[in-house]
């Protein structure tokens, strides 16, 4: 008999595995620690982006600054680094880094994508073509309405718990946590 048709599938197993999450980060924060499996297959651009930052120390010192309780969280503006800077500020830094990709991950619980500028839907194309910031956002509960918005290309795998404490955490009247969560470090992992 052939070993031939093992080969392939032992191949097709290898490259599915490299698409499917092959490449990892983890988030240490203030309130503990979560760990995200990356899927360069989904958006390729964004998971080489996100590396080449937490690879260049980009989120670290920074936040958590912005919450839907229970819904989502916000953070990785390197203006959080210092802080002294004013809460009016907070959420306005690492502005249009990386143009959208199309993105096959829905926007399920623990799903990571990059913030995206709010533009307004009857704009012309060229406006609402706006590109992704650097700012991370993952999803606590699953968000139908926004698919088409976000790029995602990494989801929560270990730590769940963590990104839900941080979504519980004190909200001012703008959904701006009332203390900020530390972003200690984002490393990555092959």
Do not use: C
């Not at 680094?81 to 199309?102: C, F, I, Y």
């Amino acid at each position: 008999k052939s070993l031939f048709p093992l080969f392939l599938l032992l191949v097709a197993t290898a490259l599915h595995a490299q698409t499917a999450g092959e490449q990892e980060a983890v988030i240490a924060t203030s309130l503990g620690t979560f760990r995200l499996e990356l899927f360069p297959g989904s958006a390729p651009k964004h998971v080489e982006h996100f590396m080449k930052l937490a690879r260049e120390g980009y989120y670290d010192g920074s936040a958590f600054h912005f919450a839907v309780m229970n819904g989502a969280i916000q953070g990785g503006d390197p203006q959080l680094k210092n802080a002294d800077t004013p809460r009016e500020k907070w959420g306005t830094g690492g502005m249009s880094q990386l143009a959208a990709e199309q993105s096959d991950l829905k926007l399920e619980r623990g799903v990571m994508a990059l913030v995206r500028a709010a533009v307004n839907p009857n704009a012309p194309a060229s406006i609402r073509a706006l590109p992704d910031w650097a700012q991370l956002i993952i999803f606590v509960t699953p968000q139908p309405s926004l698919e088409g918005q976000y790029t995602a290309f990494a989801r929560v795998n270990e730590g769940i718990e963590i990104v839900d404490k941080i979504s519980q955490q004190p909200l001012d009247p703008k959904g701006l946590l009332v203390e900020p969560v530390r972003i200690t470090k984002v490393r990555s992992e092959e």
